[in-house]
């Protein structure tokens, strides 16, 4: 499989949640993005036990920082596709294309205003009235499984 689609992960909180979404971006052949400082060490140790041993064969890039990061995707290209409580458009309704980078926030806070407004689109999980949120792993799944669909 190839990279061509990305997992962003805006300075991740939860080691678990990293190590679980690294584990389901090997199997699929999808290239991560982690964007730091995250909220953990960023060590095998700490990434291990949800990832398991699929730890070597995710195709994991790490960005010292948000500016790093941007710095890479203009560079590459990439169109970027934040997925945010603060948005109207439902992810099922999106046009996904190839080369995409979906970016995740801060289990504790998302993604700060400067991100929102460099993003090419803003995209949401229509979840019931008087829910937060959806635990970013399974965001990740959710809506990369649906662009996956879409682009075969």
Known sequence: MNHRLRIAL???????NTGTILRFAACLGLGVDII???GFPLSDKALKRAGMDYLEMAALTRHV????????????ERRLVLLTTKAATAYTGFNFAAGDILLFGRESAGVPDPVHQVADARLT??????????NVALSVA?????AIRQLG
């Open 65 to 76: 920082d948000w500016n790093a990061f941007e710095d890479w995707r203009q560079a590459s």
């Open 10 to 16: 805006y300075q991740p909180d939860i080691a678990g």
């Open 125 to 134: 999980i229509p979840m019931q009235p008087g829910t937060r949120s959806i």
């Open 36 to 38: 730091e400082p995250a």
């Open 142 to 146: 959710m809506v990369a499984g649906e």
